[in-house]
C-alpha cells in the first residue's frame, strides 16, 4: 500500500546520506531536496533563506507560524494536540 515519508514513501532528498523527504515544486534546482537542504518554499522577507511556516509566505522569524496561547509566550504551536507550544502542554507526548 501507500506510505507517508516518514514510513518510506514519497519522493526522497537527493543529498548523499539523507534520508528525509524531498519538498518543494515538481520542477526546479530544489524539487528533489527536503527543507534542510534547501528543498521547499522560502521566506519572502528580503535576505531571508529559511522555509516557509503557514500560509503567509515567511519563515517563523519574520512571522509565519502559529504562536502558541499562552499568554507571553512566543514559542510555535507543536503538531497534535493543544494550539500550544511544548513547554505549555501542546504536542504528542510519548506514552
Do not use: W, Y
Request: with cysteine; net charge positive; proline share 6%.
Amino acid at each position: 500500500g501507500a506510505r507517508c515519508t516518514a514510513h518510506g514513501g514519497g519522493k526522497r532528498c537527493i543529498e548523499p546520506g539523507c534520508e528525509k523527504g524531498a519538498q518543494g515544486p515538481l520542477k526546479g534546482p530544489f524539487s528533489s531536496r527536503c527543507i534542510s537542504h534547501g528543498g521547499g518554499k522560502r521566506c519572502t522577507e528580503p535576505g531571508c533563506d529559511k522555509h516557509v511556516d503557514g500560509s503567509n509566505m515567511r519563515c517563523f522569524a519574520h512571522g509565519g507560524g502559529k504562536r502558541c496561547e499562552e499568554p507571553g509566550c512566543e514559542r510555535a504551536v507543536q503538531r497534535g494536540g493543544l494550539p500550544r507550544c511544548f513547554a505549555h502542554g501542546g504536542g504528542i507526548r510519548c506514552e
